[in-house]
């Protein structure tokens, strides 16, 4: 740990999107900070596409789910700029779309959903049809039937933003330990951050979670390809659901979501990737000039309720796990509240659940 600093002693298991990003405001906010991380191989934030989307996020019956996302949303500017590298963001805005009448009614009950939640957002959450969406995004199919416009909700490039973390944690003094913690008693720091992913339920046995796997393909586009779209696309296709987030190279094609029968290597299946090459060449039919540079697989780290767990656990450890689809999303709430029970600022005890408000956290 950096010892030029008096400050107390964190250590943070897990050097994922979580870990580090918790990581990163504990030191900025005078924490001496050692991060021990299992590995890249099983990391969900590495394979993920990056999207930022609370309004499309909003599912009914996730009422408390939408509020944190929109909270973290907001945040993420400021987080970008503590990094220093605007290209981490990849997209500002997202377009809903929707192939036939079925899909767009879809769309129309997530949309009245967020709109009932927070009235504000009817500004954010704007409906279009067929000529703006081509409008927008000539690329896209033209037997669409109509969408929405989510302006603020756009994507960064996960694998850029894993990287500059660990540089900016790095650059605040903390110390990194590339070994697997098998036991927290063996730590020795005044706290201890359990941010391990899945990883969290063999050091925490009562962090209740599961995963939920998703293949996930990356394609880069050629010398003869059309340009990928400008905006995060999420469309809903024949009942099933397939989204394009721009790269500088090409796009990220995501995800399918189940449960595994087994939990071990996250391979991708045969299946799983048919269907999004399917629905992904339905949607923006220049996409097969494109090259299919990587089919891969990862598990999201769910709870039964849908909301992150982030919670004191005895007088030394905090847990911040079971972020689901919305780890990267959540990452800049899921800091700030950590940091909170970390002080103790405004902590009302173990308690303390994502339903607290955070303030604004050390960026
Ligand atoms: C296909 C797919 C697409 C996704 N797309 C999005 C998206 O668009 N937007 C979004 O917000 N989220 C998305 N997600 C979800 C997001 O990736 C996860 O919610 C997020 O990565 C969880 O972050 P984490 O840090 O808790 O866990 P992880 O990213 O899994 O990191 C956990 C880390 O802990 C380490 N670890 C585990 N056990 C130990 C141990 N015992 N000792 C030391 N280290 C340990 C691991 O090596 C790993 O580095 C997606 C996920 C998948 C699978």
Redesign the pocket.
């Given at each position: 740990m950096n010892t030029e600093h008096p400050g107390p002693t964190l250590a943070v298991?897990?050097?994922?999107?979580?870990?580090l990003t918790c990581a990163l405001a504990a030191a900025d906010a005078g924490h001496r900070v050692r991060v021990?991380?299992?590995?890249?191989t099983?990391?969900?934030?590495w394979?993920?596409?990056?999207?930022?989307g609370s309004l499309g996020e909003g599912h009914p019956g996730e009422d408390e789910l939408l509020v944190c996302s929109a909270r973290s949303v907001r945040r993420w500017p400021d987080l970008v700029a503590r990094l220093g590298d605007p290209a981490v963001m990849a997209a500002t805005e997202s377009l809903f779309v929707a192939e036939t009448s079925a899909d767009a009614e879809y769309l129309a009950n997530l949309a009245g959903f967020v709109w009932s939640r927070a009235p504000r957002s009817h500004e954010d959450l704007r409906p279009v049809d067929l000529a703006e969406i081509r409008r927008r995004e000539p690329g896209l199919s033209s037997r669409l039937h109509s969408g929405y416009v989510a302006a603020g909700e756009g994507?960064v490039d996960n694998r850029r933003l894993l990287s500059r973390l660990r540089d900016a944690v790095a650059g605040a003094g903390a110390q990194f330990v590339d070994?697997?913690?098998?036991d927290l008693a063996d730590i020795d720091a005044d706290q201890v951050l359990v941010?391990?992913?899945?990883?969290t339920r063999?050091?925490l046995p009562d962090v209740d979670l599961h995963a939920a796997k998703?293949?996930?393909l990356r394609l880069r586009r050629t010398r003869w390809s059309v340009a990928p779209p400008s905006r995060v696309i999420r469309a809903r296709m024949r009942g099933r659901q397939v989204y394009l987030v721009p790269r500088d190279d090409g796009v990220v094609v995501?995800?399918t979501q189940y449960e595994p029968l087994d939990e071990g290597e996250a391979v991708p299946e045969v299946g799983g990737v048919a269907d999004l090459l399917a629905d992904a060449t339905d949607l923006m039919p220049g996409l097969r000039t494109y090259e299919l540079v990587e089919a891969g697989?990862?598990?999201?780290?769910c709870t039964a309720d849908g909301l992150p767990d982030i919670r004191r656990i005895d007088d030394r450890v905090v847990v911040a796990?079971g972020?689901?689809?919305?780890?990267?999303?959540?990452a800049p709430y899921t800091a700030d509240i950590v940091l909170r029970l970390l002080t103790g600022s405004d902590v009302v005890g173990p308690e303390l659940s994502t339903t607290t408000t955070p303030g604004g956290g050390t960026w």
């Open positions: 298991v897990g050097g994922g999107v979580i870990g021990h991380d299992a590995g890249v099983d990391r969900a934030a394979v993920a596409a990056g999207m930022l994507a070994e697997r913690v098998t941010a391990a992913g899945l990883g063999a050091l998703g293949e996930i995501g995800a697989a990862g598990l999201r780290p796990a972020h689901g689809r919305n780890g990267i999303l959540l």
